[in-house]
C-alpha cells in the first residue's frame, strides 16, 4: 500500500463527497467510511496508512475508531476532525496518538498541512526501518565517509575524537537492537518503544554529527568586511525567536546604541552567536533548570579598547568545573544524543581567527555567561 492512500471516515456524506473530490485531485486514493464500522472493515481490508476520521459519530464515535485502529495497527496515521469547542475530544485523541486534529470547517491548507506531516512521519518510519536493517555498516560506512571527506583536513588532529563519538553513536546503535530484539522476543511494546527512541535519537545524532561536521568545513575562510557589529546579535536572535518561544523561553537583545560599523566576518560571528543561544536554550530546558522563568540575553556593547564585546547570558542548568575545563574540545558534549560538541569547537576557530577571546563564567544551577571579544579593525588582519 502506497502513502497515498487515504480511508476519511465521515457521516455527513456531504463532508465524505466534497473532501473525497479533493484529495483525489491532489492525487490521493482515497476510501470513504460513513461510520466506525464500516471503517474497520475497510481499514482491515486496505491497510491504509492514512485515516481521516470525524471525530463526533453515531454508534463507535471517532476516537473509539483511533483506539482501534491504533490498537492493530500503531504506525497508522489518524487525523481527527474536530468541531468548534470539542477542544477535549480533541486534546483526549491526542493522548490515543492521534497524528493531529483538523477544525471543522476543514480548510484545505490547514488539512493538507495535517497531511504532509503525517506523510513525513511514515517516511522517516520508513527509513528508520531501512537504517536498522544494516544499522553497524552503515555507521562504519558514515564513519570511513566523515573520515575521508576532503573537509576533514581542516578538522586535523580530531579525526581521531571524530571516530570516538562515532564509535559513541554505534554502541548506542548496538544498545538499541539489543532493547528492540528484546521487544520482538517478549513481544513487548514497552521495550519496542524504548528501543525505537533509542534508534531514533541515535540517527538523529549521526545526522546532526554529519550536518555539523559539513557546516565546520565550510566555514574554512574568515571573510572580514566593514559591517555593524549589531547585524550578526540581532540575525542570530531572529532566527531563533521562534525556537525560544515555542519553548517558553524570554530570548531578548540589549544592543549597544552606539557602536561604530568595523571589520569582521559577520557570517563567522553570526555562527557563533547562533551556536552560543542554541547552548543557552539547551541549559534552560535542562531539568536542572527546571521551576523558574527562562531568559537568554545576547548583548552587544563597545570594549574600552576599541573592540566588541558580544554576550550571551542564560538562567539555565550552567556548567559545573570539569564541564568548563572542556568545553572547547572537540566532540565534547554531555548532551548525549542531543549535542554534537561541535558548537564551542567552531566557534573558537571563528573566534581565535579574529586574534579575538572567549570568556565563560557559569554556576552550576543559576546559569551562564559567555563573551565573545573581538578587536577593531577596518580592515582585514592580513590586507
Ligand atoms: N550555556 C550553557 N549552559 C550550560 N552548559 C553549556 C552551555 N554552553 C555549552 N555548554 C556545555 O558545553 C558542551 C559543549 O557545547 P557545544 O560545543 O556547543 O556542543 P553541544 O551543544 O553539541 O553539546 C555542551 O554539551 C554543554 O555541556
Ligand atoms: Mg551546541
Known amino acids: 500500500m502506497t502513502v497515498d492512500t487515504i480511508l476519511l471516515v465521515d457521516d455527513e456524506p456531504g463532508i465524505r463527497k466534497v473532501l473525497g473530490i479533493a484529495l483525489t485531485d491532489t492525487g490521493y486514493t482515497v476510501h470513504t467510511a460513513e461510520n466506525g464500522r464500516e471503517a474497520l472493515r475497510i481499514f482491515r481490508a486496505v491497510k491504509p496508512p492514512i485515516v481521516l476520521t470525524d471525530i463526533k459519530m453515531p454508534d463507535m464515535d471517532g476516537i473509539e475508531l483511533l483506539r482501534i485502529i491504533k490498537r492493530e495497527d500503531?504506525?497508522?496515521?489518524?487525523?481527527?476532525?474536530?468541531?468548534?469547542?470539542?477542544?477535549?475530544?480533541?486534546?483526549?485523541?491526542?493522548?490515543?496518538?492521534?497524528?493531529?486534529?483538523?477544525?471543522?470547517p476543514i480548510n484545505d491548507e490547514v488539512l493538507e498541512i495535517a497531511l504532509k506531516r503525517a506523510r513525513e512521519r511514515i517516511a522517516l518510519r520508513q527509513k528508520l526501518r531501512e537504517y536498522t536493517e544494516s544499522l553497524e555498516k552503515l555507521v562504519e560506512e558514515?564513519?570511513?565517509?566523515?573520515?575521508?571527506?576532503?573537509?576533514?583536513?581542516?578538522?586535523?588532529q580530531t579525526v581521531t575524537e571524530l571516530s570516538h563519538a562515532i564509535k559513541n553513536i554505534a554502541n548506542g546503535l548496538k544498545g538499541s537492537i539489543f532493547v528492540l530484539r528484546k521487544g520482538i522476543e517478549l513481544d513487548n511494546k514497552k521495550y519496542l518503544r524504548e528501543g525505537w527512541e533509542m534508534v531514533a535519537g541515535n540517527v538523529d545524532k549521526i545526522k546532526n554529527l554529519s550536518l555539523d561536521l559539513l557546516n565546520y568545513g565550510k566555514y574554512a575562510a574568515t571573510h572580514f568586511c566593514l559591517s555593524d557589529p549589531n547585524t550578526p546579535a540581532q540575525e542570530a536572535v531572529n532566527l531563533m525567536r521562534a525556537k525560544a518561544q515555542e519553548l517558553g523561553i524570554d530570548l531578548r537583545t540589549e544592543l549597544g546604541g552606539d557602536l561604530k560599523a568595523c571589520g569582521f566576518d559577520p557570517e563567522g560571528l553570526h555562527r557563533c552567536l547562533l551556536n552560543l543561544v542554541a547552548n543557552a536554550l539547551d541549559a534552560c530546558q535542562d531539568e536542572a533548570a527546571a521551576g523558574r522563568d527562562k531568559t537568554v540575553v545576547v548583548k552587544t556593547r563597545a570594549t574600552g579598547d576599541g573592540g566588541i564585546e558580544y554576550q550571551v547570558s542564560d538562567n539555565g542548568c550552567g556548567m559545573p568545573q570539569d564541564v568548563q575545563s572542556k568545553?572547547?574540545?572537540?566532540?565534547?558534549?554531555?548532551?548525549?544524543?542531543?549535542?554534537?560538541?561541535?558548537?564551542?569547537?567552531?566557534?573558537?576557530?571563528?573566534?581565535?581567527?579574529?586574534?579575538?577571546?572567549?570568556?565563560?563564567?557559569?554556576?552550576?544551577?543559576?546559569?551562564?555567561?559567555?563573551?565573545?571579544?573581538?578587536?577593531?579593525?577596518?580592515a582585514p588582519p592580513d590586507a
Open 142 to 156: 558514515k564513519a570511513r565517509k566523515l573520515v575521508e571527506a576532503e573537509r576533514m583536513a581542516a578538522v586535523g
Open 74 to 104: 500503531p504506525d497508522t496515521e489518524v487525523i481527527m476532525f474536530t468541531g468548534h469547542g470539542d477542544m477535549d475530544l480533541a486534546i483526549k485523541s491526542l493522548k490515543h496518538e492521534a497524528t493531529d486534529f483538523v477544525t471543522k
Open 327 to 378: 568545553l572547547f574540545q572537540s566532540f565534547f558534549s554531555t548532551k548525549g544524543t542531543g549535542g554534537t560538541g561541535i558548537g564551542l569547537m567552531m566557534t573558537k576557530k571563528i573566534i581565535d581567527q579574529h586574534d579575538g577571546r572567549i570568556e565563560v563564567q557559569s554556576k552550576p544551577g543559576v546559569g551562564t555567561t559567555v563573551s565573545l571579544r573581538i578587536p577593531a579593525r577596518q
